[in-house]
């Protein structure tokens, strides 16, 4: 038996890295397979099989979650517009980061970098801040991240790492204790498509302007809180959702995650996180109200606080933010992914065998026949927001 990590199947490995991070010998490797997904590789002729890598697997044994008891949830929002516009939703992540930079601490998170990829960095200046801001709707690489943030903790400075709860996980099993000024924030996550097929979806929207691409904003708030989004380039900014790209459309679908996130071990009610952060889609009218002066077409958190150390957190940016206390049964209402993980739809094979058989053009050819869906998806977005949720809320009711 190889005492070294292998995967039989594509469904049992979430590509969170915590393999490469604990290999004493740098052995592993991530490498993508056809349709782009992350894979650990190992090179036999430095591994020793000393199995730290088989140790660390989050999807061997289900690692235990961070919760101490029941959350506490909220619906918040920054009370600086400035930080709000440039959120996702409310903010919340960035109150948490300038928290934990202002002890002089460091913050992991998601960024793009050359050549629009997706990496996990640090940043330990407010000034880097603005790259991990912003929801981005594929998988990013941890590199050796891990590594990086056990040294920072080691010097006994704070950490604040974001991510998905698989990444939340791997980290914790490579670091394989609790750190006191460790802080992690989970996301309510749906799935993760690849790498690849994000930057063959960018050619094809960007066109002749992919080599100029500055930015990508998957949630581009200038027209409001949505689900729509936007390349930047020099000297253009070009509509990216669900009505200009397949690739969008099909994340929402949920039809081009990896096999692993149809599986996923992690929506649960014990979270991987301190603190769990997503948006608040569909917020009751009265939460709305008890926020005070808040906009809800800004952008509104919504917010899980797991554990003592997430709520002496909280509670220390609480002055930053609008909140209220909300419940786990309202969140949950139209954020499935706090109780179960996406549905493997018939479609996700055919998808994925199109695109590793005939590349992006066979997701092309699949996004033409959902004309029913893109007609649909036309008049929801000829609905004003306000509309919007007065009809969510009387549904709700």
């Known amino acids: 038996m190889k005492s070294y990590i292998t995967i039989e199947h594509p469904g049992d490995c979430c590509g969170c890295g915590a393999c490469l991070n604990a290999c004493p ?13 992350i894979f650990p ?19 061997k044994d289900k690692q235990v979650g961070a919760a101490d008891g029941e959350p506490v949830v909220y619906a918040a929002a920054a ?13 919340v992540f960035t109150s948490l980061a300038n ?11 998601a960024a793009w970098t050359d050549g629009i990829t997706l990496a996990h960095l640090c940043i330990e200046s407010k000034d880097e801040l603005n790259r991990l801001r912003g929801s981005k709707y594929v998988q990013s690489n941890t590199g050796n991240c891990y590594r990086q943030a056990k040294q920072i903790l080691c010097d006994g400075r ?10 939340i996980a791997g980290l914790k099993a490579f670091l394989g204790k609790d750190y006191e000024n460790l802080l992690t924030a989970d996301l309510v996550c749906h799935g993760v498509p690849s790498m690849k097929m994000l930057r063959d979806d960018l050619k094809a929207v960007a066109g002749d302007k992919f080599d100029e691409i500055k930015d990508v904003r998957f949630r581009d708030k200038s027209k409001g809180w949505a689900v729509k989004g936007s390349i930047d380039t020099d000297n253009s900014h070009i509509k990216y959702d669900a009505g200009t790209s397949p690739y969008y459309f099909f994340f929402l679908k949920g039809g081009i995650y990896r096999e692993s996130c149809y599986n996923c071990r992690f929506p649960s009610e014990n979270r991987q996180g301190d603190i769990t952060l997503g948006d608040y889609w569909g917020v009751p009218l ?12 800004k952008g509104i958190s919504c917010v899980l606080v797991n554990t003592q150390k997430g709520k002496e957190w909280f509670d220390s940016v609480s002055g930053t ?10 969140a949950e209402k139209r954020n499935k992914q706090l109780v179960s993980c996406s549905t493997h739809l018939p479609e996700h094979d055919t998808l994925l065998g199109g695109y590793i058989e005939k590349g992006y053009p066979a997701y092309r050819e699949a996004y033409k026949k959902h004309t029913k869906d893109h007609i649909v998806r036309g008049v929801k977005n000829m609905i004003p927001a306000k509309v919007k949720r007065k009809i ?3 549904i709700s009711k």
């Open 158 to 167: 704070p950490v604040l790492y974001c991510g998905t709860p698989c990444q």
């Open 321 to 330: 933010l609008s909140f209220a206390k909300s419940s786990r049964e309202n």
């Open 41 to 59: 590789a190992v090179d036999e002729t430095l591994c020793v099989s000393c199995g730290k890598c088989v140790d660390v697997c989050v999807f």
């Open 79 to 91: 009370k600086d517009s400035a930080v709000l516009e440039k959120s996702s939703s409310g903010g």
């Open 286 to 297: 009265d939460l709305v109200a008890k926020l005070g002066d808040v906009n809800p077409d």
């Open 392 to 394: 969510n809320d009387v």
């Open 25 to 37: 010998k740098s052995a592993i490797t991530m490498k993508e397979d056809e349709a782009g997904f």
């Open 99 to 109: 928290a934990v930079l202002d002890k002089g601490g460091a913050v992991f998170g």
